[in-house]
């Protein structure tokens, strides 16, 4: 179940991150869990939970247009958790505006599974460049006309 993240699911969010974190640059878990709390209160955090146990989560940013960040429980990968996180981000962004997201350059083992979910997305990288010293690679998704 895809639902808006609630100061209930930070523990649980927490141990997602912690279980993941060896596929963010510079992951700091003081200032992720700070981060969550503002973007919880902005209605910019999404979850998927099973048993109350969250093993999807997404931030995204409507004013920056960015998906800031994704995960998911490596034991529920392969079940559409990612897609169906995105496709509600993307529900509730502007149509008329592109989303970046940024991820390992294609050279970097770690960034091979989030490549290969945002290329299939519909994403297509558009610049290379560096976060927390790491080779990072942007990628874009059109923004999608409105239609009448």
Not at 37 to 65: H, N, P, T, Y
Not at 107 to 117: Q, T
């Amino acid at each position: 179940m895809i639902l808006k993240a609630a100061y209930e699911n930070i523990d649980s969010w927490m141990c997602l991150v912690r279980k993941v974190a060896s596929s963010f640059p510079g992951m700091d878990f003081e200032e992720h869990e700070k981060t969550l709390r503002a973007f919880i209160d902005r209605g910019e955090a999404l979850v998927c939970l099973k048993d109350d146990r969250v093993v999807g989560a997404l931030l995204f940013s409507k004013e920056e247009s960015v998906l800031a960040f994704l995960a998911v429980d490596p034991d529920e990968r392969r079940k559409h958790i990612a897609r169906d996180l995105v496709s509600m981000m993307i529900s509730m962004m502007d149509k008329k505006r592109d989303i970046s997201v940024t991820t390992y350059r294609e050279d970097v083992p770690e960034g091979c599974p989030a490549r290969a979910f945002y290329l299939s997305a519909g994403f297509v990288p558009v610049r290379l460049t560096e976060e927390f010293g790491e080779p990072l690679e942007e990628f874009v998704l059109k923004g999608r006309p409105q239609r009448s």
